[in-house]
């Protein structure tokens, strides 16, 4: 039977971007921190981030907010701009994994120090990631957008309150970026203590502190110490890297086929690549 003036619909996205949007949707909704330090110093890291004292909870909080505005500050005003580049993600982990020994070291009291240091150095390490993925980070959306990274991945979603899924993450985010973006676009961070920017910062916190307490309670371990601090940082370290690889990969396949295109690929990957936290 002749196929003559039937016209054939192209696939929404190439066969070879499938593939590296398959990648993302693997890193984004695989593996949590939490299951990252399971492997590196077994199931006990659960129950120590539950054990950890409301002292110690109170200042993670506070040493997760001062290094997110550390970030902000980094993000949008000393980020070296230039063309895209391989990203540096060992030296970057080395150098994460280094002040982690200093957390390791002398433990929690280190952490006001510790955090803001390690965290500057994996924005760096994500906004190189992002410039290879052919981000312009001298616009505040883009920059911003390397901020983001620091709100996906912690595996407590209903714990918080919080919904699952990466797009979700994104929608939750959506408006502060958006007007985030904008105030900086026409104020710079003249004005950082503005509240649509302390709204941000306290939303990516909230999240992002989830995954730090659960660094500290792995460091807090006794037996661990400078070495076992730092092997905890290089994880933490690859983890947000392994987030910021997925979602500057999506961002650049919504650069080229539009966001609503790349959404429908992206949920039909994850129904069929991570049938559990597709539910």
């Excluded at 994500?126 to 505040?140: F, M, N, Q, S, V």
């Excluded at 920059?143 to 990274?149: F, G, M, Y």
Aim: net charge positive; hydrophobic share 50%; glycine share 8%.
């Amino acid at each position: 039977m002749s196929n003559a003036g039937v016209t054939m619909m192209p696939p929404l996205v190439s066969a070879d971007d499938l593939q590296q949007l398959a990648s993302a949707v693997k890193l984004l909704e695989g593996d949590s921190f939490a299951s990252r330090l399971t492997r590196l110093l077994g199931g006990q890291v659960r129950a120590l981030g539950r054990a950890l004292p409301v002292s110690a909870r109170r200042a993670a909080a506070a040493a997760t907010e001062q290094a997110l505005k550390t970030a902000l500050r980094v993000a949008v005003s000393s980020l070296k701009f230039g063309p895209a580049a391989k990203a540096n993600n060992r030296w970057h982990q080395a150098a994460a994994a280094a002040t982690g020994a200093i957390g390791g070291a002398f433990g929690l009291a280190a952490t006001a120090v510790e955090l803001p240091v390690s965290t500057t150095i994996l924005l760096r390490s994500i906004a190189e990631i992002a410039r290879e993925h052919g981000e312009d980070l001298a616009k505040p959306e883009a920059a911003l957008a390397c901020l983001e990274v620091f709100a996906l991945g912690p595996d407590k979603p209903a714990e918080a309150g919080f919904e699952s899924g990466y797009f979700a993450v994104r929608a939750g985010l959506a408006t502060s970026v958006s007007e985030s973006a904008k105030f900086l676009l026409k104020q710079g961070l003249a004005g950082e203590t503005a509240p649509v920017l302390v709204r941000l910062v306290s939303q990516i916190a909230a999240r992002f502190g989830l995954v730090v307490t659960e660094k500290l309670a792995a460091q807090a371990v006794p037996v661990m110490g400078a070495v076992g601090g730092a092997a905890v940082n290089a994880a933490f370290a690859h983890h947000f890297q392994a987030m910021a690889r997925g979602h500057f990969t999506v961002r650049r396949l919504e650069r080229k086929y539009g966001a609503d295109a790349v959404r429908f690929e992206y949920e039909r990957l994850r129904g069929e690549l991570m049938p559990s936290s597709a539910k």
